[in-house]
């Protein structure tokens, strides 16, 4: 029962910024965190970032490291990754979710560690 949508997706000019945000809606059991993932044509869907919903860490894959930041939002029940400095490379379809549990810190990257996904939302940056 728990619905995640993402928005924020585009066309943009490498160089330049997007803002995607993932709404949470129904009630999850528990909350350990949020994450982004990516999947770009031809190839297998990627840890992009993560934040834990309490204390509000965050991990980064190194590819965005410095360039995308994200945060969370409890009253209004989101999650947003700010993108600057755009680059083709970044081109894929960008999916939120969120995981009830984790047993490790370090299984906050593992796409199998999350229980909930969004529809995905296309991001393309053209040079």
């Known amino acids: 029962q728990v619905h995640l949508v993402e928005s924020g997706g585009g066309l943009v000019q490498a160089g330049d910024s997007l803002r995607l945000s993932c709404e949470v809606s129904?009630?999850?059991?528990?909350?350990?965190?949020m994450g982004w993932f990516r999947q770009a044509p031809g190839k297998e869907r990627e840890f992009v970032a993560a934040?834990?919903?309490?204390?509000?860490?965050?991990v980064y894959t190194d590819s965005v490291k410095d360039r995308f930041t994200i945060s969370r939002d409890h009253a209004k029940k989101m999650v947003c990754l700010q993108m600057s400095s755009l680059k083709p490379e970044d081109t894929a379809v960008y999916y939120c979710?969120?995981?009830?549990?984790?047993?490790?810190?370090?299984?906050?990257?593992?796409?199998?560690?999350?229980?909930?996904w969004g529809q995905g939302t296309q991001v393309t940056v053209f040079s």
């Open positions: 979710a969120l995981a009830t549990s984790v047993y490790l810190l370090t299984g906050i990257i593992e796409e199998r560690n999350y229980d909930f």
């Open positions: 129904g009630r999850a059991d528990s909350t350990y965190g």
């Open positions: 934040i834990l919903w309490t204390g509000s860490n965050t």
